[in-house]
């Protein structure tokens, strides 16, 4: 028979967790800062919609774009908190997760050749989708020093006359950084002066601490050039309800929705529902989701830097990324210590891109009890690698 | 009462027993500003008492609870104000508030079974000057109390990892 597995397919790397991931399994008492998700449950009146739309028949495909009425909504909060101005009906697709968004938006702009310039660390599927469209996926690295913000100069080095597109995330995954306005202005500048096409994963919009999220497209004259993706999983505690959107201007939004209709059609029309409710009625749940991140970002942090794992506060998403090079150990094989010795899950940084070396991500979506007993058996772990 | 008040009663009413240093990273506020402020709540009366919340069904102690509902006839100058004073003076009534609707005052009552909340109700609360009418309803159960479900649902399983 012959090998039917294309190259495309063989190019893409697997995770590079699955080795952790089946080790964690077979264990028992696990906590787990490996997850990047809530740990709370969708808002009760969220499910109550959905269960309520499906007692009524609400099962049917919707159209392409998604609910018109859950398109204003969000036309509506973008423009409120973000200054932000989308037309519900020309410049937006409701996606299966900020996941479809970003391939979509992705195979809408990039052809064979294209270099994709990917800010690192970053959430892992930004190259392999880059990969599967044709393109080039070119690291940024963005390092501790500039507290994990892109760096202009960096960004600078590595564009060449083939790079189109820049992929950002802010508020990141792994690191928690933010960019705010005075640091996306240069940014901003460097997309004009070069033409490049921005995409802007702002999934942990909602997640800030510091300061409000300056939305990229609200920067400089980027708007016409960025394709803004954002979604339900994060802020509403929704990942399972598989809920995103893209924003773009019209045309790049029509290339993107031709692909949406051909490979999903409609986004999952519960979600879509429950999605509705959330954006509508979920606003105090979502703040006190929201102040439950701050109060455990804050003991987290400080925590983490008294045991000896030095880690700049996150000003975003619910990640810390502090640096293991202390303790001797690289990423990898602090994460698998932890994991084998103490029952600990964080990822390794590496994962994330070479940006990410000698860190882990913890995430803090996890009750204040766990983060307490986490804290204490990393400290146990720590002063028994002690010299 | 400002921001940083309202987070502190957030946060205690979650948990009461944290240290005020944890409260005061959780609060982004200096121990020493915790302490005063809890103090000012405290002697404001906004924080009545410490307390656990208690699944009774669970410790199995045999007591059984009533919820009691009373029609009372407001006093001149006082309206429901003295009779309530009266109610609450009862160890067995453990919370006592003035609602709208049908009935004026509402009870909830504890007692060791069924007869002694019966007689409790029959000698002391119906026979009160004012006191019109009663009706008392056993509680068969508690779902929950205070924010806290006593529900032992099953917790869906996470997954260890997702990047
Ligand atoms: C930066 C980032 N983008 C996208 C996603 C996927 O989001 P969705 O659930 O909307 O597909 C995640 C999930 O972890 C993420 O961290």
Same mark, same amino acid.
């Given at each position: 028979?012959?090998?039917?597995?294309?190259?495309?397919?063989?190019?893409?790397?697997?995770?590079?967790?699955?080795?952790?991931?089946?080790?964690?399994?077979?264990?028992?008492?696990?906590?787990?800062?490996?997850?990047?998700?809530?740990?709370?449950?969708?808002?009760?009146?969220?499910?109550?919609?959905?269960?309520?739309?499906?007692?009524?028949?609400?099962?049917?495909?919707?159209?392409?774009?998604?609910?018109?009425?859950?398109?204003?909504?969000?036309?509506?909060?973008?423009?409120?908190?973000?200054?932000?101005?989308?037309?519900?009906?020309?410049?937006?697709?409701?996606?299966?997760?900020?996941?479809?968004?970003?391939?979509?938006?992705?195979?809408?702009?990039?052809?064979?050749?294209?270099?994709?310039?990917?800010?690192?660390?970053?959430?892992?599927?930004?190259?392999?989708?880059?990969?599967?469209?044709?393109?080039?996926?070119?690291?940024?690295?963005?390092?501790?020093?500039?507290?994990?913000?892109?760096?202009?100069?960096?960004?600078?080095?590595?564009?060449? #006359?083939?790079?189109?597109?820049?992929?950002?995330?802010?508020?990141?995954?792994?690191?928690?950084?933010?960019?705010?306005?005075?640091?996306?202005?240069?940014?901003?500048?460097?997309?004009?002066?070069?033409?490049?096409?921005?995409?802007?994963?702002?999934?942990?919009?909602?997640?800030?601490?510091?300061?409000?999220?300056?939305?990229?497209?609200?920067?400089?004259?980027?708007?016409?050039?960025?394709?803004?993706?954002?979604?339900?999983?994060?802020?509403?505690?929704?990942?399972?309800?598989?809920?995103?959107?893209?924003?773009?201007?019209?045309?790049?939004?029509?290339?993107?929705?031709?692909?949406?209709?051909?490979?999903?059609?409609?986004?999952?029309?519960?979600?879509?529902?429950? #999605?509705?409710?959330?954006?509508?009625?979920?606003?105090?749940?979502?703040?006190?989701?929201?102040?439950?991140?701050?109060?455990?970002?804050?003991?987290?942090?400080?925590?983490?830097?008294?045991?000896?794992?030095?880690?700049?506060?996150?000003?975003?998403?619910?990640?810390?990324?502090?640096?293991?090079?202390?303790?001797?150990?690289?990423?990898?094989?602090?994460?698998?210590?932890?994991?084998?010795?103490?029952?600990?899950?964080?990822?390794?940084?590496?994962?994330?891109?070479?940006?990410?070396?000698?860190?882990?991500?913890?995430?803090?979506?996890?009750?204040?009890?766990?983060?307490?007993?986490?804290?204490?058996?990393?400290?146990?772990?720590?002063?028994?690698?002690?010299? | 009462?400002?921001?940083?008040?309202?987070?502190?009663?957030?946060?205690?009413?979650?948990?009461?027993?944290?240290?005020?240093?944890?409260?005061?990273?959780?609060?982004?506020?200096?121990?020493?500003?915790?302490?005063?402020?809890?103090?000012?709540?405290?002697? /404001? /009366?906004?924080?009545?008492?410490?307390?656990?919340?208690?699944?009774?069904?669970?410790?199995?102690?045999?007591?059984?609870?009533?919820?009691?509902?009373?029609?009372?006839?407001?006093?001149?100058?006082?309206?429901?104000?003295?009779?309530?004073?009266?109610?609450?003076?009862?160890?067995?009534?453990?919370?006592?508030?003035?609602?709208? /609707?049908? !009935?004026?005052?509402?009870?909830?009552?504890? /007692?060791?079974?069924?007869?002694?909340?019966?007689?409790?109700?029959?000698? !002391?609360?119906?026979?009160?000057?004012?006191?019109?009418?009663?009706?008392?309803?056993?509680?068969?159960?508690?779902?929950?109390?205070?924010?806290?479900?006593?529900?032992?649902?099953?917790?869906?399983?996470?997954?260890? !990892?997702?990047?």
């Amino acid at each position: 028979m012959k090998d039917f597995i294309s190259k495309r397919a063989k190019t893409i790397p697997p995770s590079g967790i699955r080795k952790f991931f089946d080790l964690a399994l077979t264990m028992e008492e696990v906590i787990s800062l490996g997850v990047g998700e809530p740990d709370f449950c969708t808002p009760w009146n969220i499910c109550e919609a959905s269960i309520y739309s499906i007692e009524q028949g609400g099962t049917a495909y919707t159209s392409n774009r998604g609910l018109q009425p859950l398109r204003e909504a969000i036309s509506d909060s973008l423009g409120k908190n973000y200054g932000l101005s989308y037309d519900p009906d020309r410049e937006m697709i409701i996606t299966t997760g900020v996941s479809e968004g970003l391939d979509i938006a992705v195979r809408a702009v990039v052809d064979p050749g294209d270099e994709v310039l990917v800010a690192e660390p970053c959430y892992v599927s930004y190259s392999p989708c880059v990969t599967l469209a044709g393109g080039i996926p070119v690291p940024v690295p963005c390092s501790g020093k500039d507290h994990f913000r892109l760096n202009p100069d960096v960004l600078m080095e590595r564009i060449t #006359a083939r790079s189109k597109v820049l992929i950002i995330n802010f508020p990141n995954n792994p690191t928690g950084a933010v960019m705010r306005r005075e640091h996306l202005k240069a940014i901003a500048d460097i997309a004009t002066d070069h033409d490049l096409l921005l995409i802007s994963d702002e999934v942990y919009s909602e997640l800030t601490y510091e300061s409000r999220h300056t939305a990229a497209a609200t920067v400089g004259d980027l708007r016409e050039r960025t394709i803004t993706l954002n979604g339900f999983s994060k802020a509403y505690a929704m990942t399972g309800w598989r809920i995103g959107y893209l924003c773009a201007p019209e045309d790049i939004c029509n290339a993107a929705l031709k692909i949406h209709q051909y490979v999903m059609l409609c986004a999952p029309v519960m979600g879509q529902v429950a #999605a509705l409710e959330g954006i509508r009625k979920g606003e105090d749940e979502k703040d006190r989701m929201v102040r439950e991140y701050r109060v455990r970002r804050n003991v987290f942090v400080d925590s983490l830097n008294r045991i000896g794992l030095s880690c700049h506060l996150p000003e975003g998403a619910f990640y810390a990324f502090p640096s293991v090079e202390k303790t001797g150990m690289n990423d990898v094989e602090f994460a698998e210590t932890l994991l084998k010795e103490e029952h600990v899950a964080v990822v390794p940084g590496s994962v994330f891109g070479e940006g990410g070396m000698n860190h882990v991500r913890c995430a803090y979506a996890v009750s204040r009890k766990e983060l307490k007993e986490a804290i204490v058996r990393m400290e146990r772990f720590i002063s028994s690698h002690r010299g | 009462m400002d921001e940083k008040d309202l987070l502190i009663l957030q946060i205690l009413e979650d948990n009461s027993r944290l240290s005020r240093d944890e409260m005061a990273l959780m609060a982004e506020l200096e121990p020493d500003e915790i302490e005063t402020r809890i103090a000012a709540l405290e002697e /404001g /009366g906004v924080i009545r008492n410490y307390t656990a919340v208690i699944d009774w069904d669970k410790a199995v102690n045999g007591e059984v609870a009533a919820i009691i509902d009373l029609k009372v006839n407001p006093e001149r100058d006082y309206g429901y104000d003295r009779i309530a004073d009266r109610l609450s003076r009862f160890r067995q009534v453990k919370s006592l508030r003035l609602v709208t /609707g049908v !009935y004026d005052l509402q009870l909830m009552v504890t /007692g060791r079974n069924m007869q002694e909340i019966a007689r409790f109700v029959s000698e !002391y609360i119906a026979p009160m000057d004012r006191v019109r009418e009663t009706a008392t309803h056993i509680i068969m159960r508690t779902y929950k109390e205070y924010g806290h479900s006593f529900m032992d649902r099953e917790t869906t399983e996470r997954i260890p !990892y997702s990047l």
